[in-house]
Every structure is written in C-alpha cells, then in structure tokens.
Nanobody
Framework: QVQLVESGGGLVQPGGSLRLSCAAS????????MGWYRQAPGKQRGWAAS???????TYADSVKGRFTISRDNANNTVSLQMNNLKPEDTAVFYC?????????????WGQGTQVTVSS
C-alpha cells in the first residue's frame, strides 16, 4: 500500500556531491523508520543509513561523516545528502520504509536510482 520513488541519482566526479530524494505515497500513516540501502556492481546489498520517525539517525561506517539522512514527515519524503563521494560509492541506491499495518511490520522498497562516481 506504500509506494516509494527515488530520484536524484546521476554521474558525479570523485569528491562531488549528490542529493537523493524519496517520495512516499499510499498508506503513509503506516510508515515508521525509513532508510537507504545500496548495491554496488557484483556485490551484495548493504545498509547505508536510517532515520526513525522522530528523526534519530544512524549510519554505516563507510558513509559516516559524508552522508546525511533526513526526512520531512509533513511531505512524506526522505533524503540522502551525499558529500565527498568516492568511486566505491557507485551503486544503485534504494529507499526503504518500515510499515506498521494492523500490528505487522513490513518493509517497502523503492525501485532504486543509479549513482555513479567516476572521473
């Protein structure tokens, strides 16, 4: 019942910045925590950042100090500001939302947006 659509991906040079956005629609009242995952070519999907409904944030060590996750509950969006990007950040980035519906917790996933960091 919740749809997530990512935007903002693209090609940037090492050291550059990108801001990803994720818009949620549908049964948005069920959304609790939200986050970002990423999957690099030939590698497993990994967690990058998360944010609670109240705004508490956590980050993977690989992005800590460079990425900032934020959310706007009024507009049902979550963003990921990425600074000092590195080639190893190249991946498809996925937005997630934890959903509490009738006492059951589920996770919704977006379709992903490509981030390429290259000279």
């Amino acid at each position: 019942q919740v749809q997530l659509v990512e935007s903002g991906g693209g090609l940037v040079q090492p050291g550059g910045s990108l801001r990803l956005s994720c818009a949620a629609s549908g049964s948005i009242f069920s959304i609790r925590a939200m986050g970002w995952y990423r999957q690099a070519p030939g590698k497993q999907r990994g967690w990058a950042a998360s944010i609670t409904r109240g705004g508490a944030t956590t980050y993977a060590d690989s992005v800590k100090g460079r990425f900032t996750i934020s959310r706007d509950n009024a507009n049902n969006t979550v963003s990921l500001q990425m600074n000092n990007l590195k080639p190893e950040d190249t991946a498809v980035f996925y937005c997630t939302a934890d959903l509490l519906d009738n006492g059951i917790m589920r996770t919704a996933w977006g379709q992903g947006t490509q981030v390429t960091v290259s000279s």
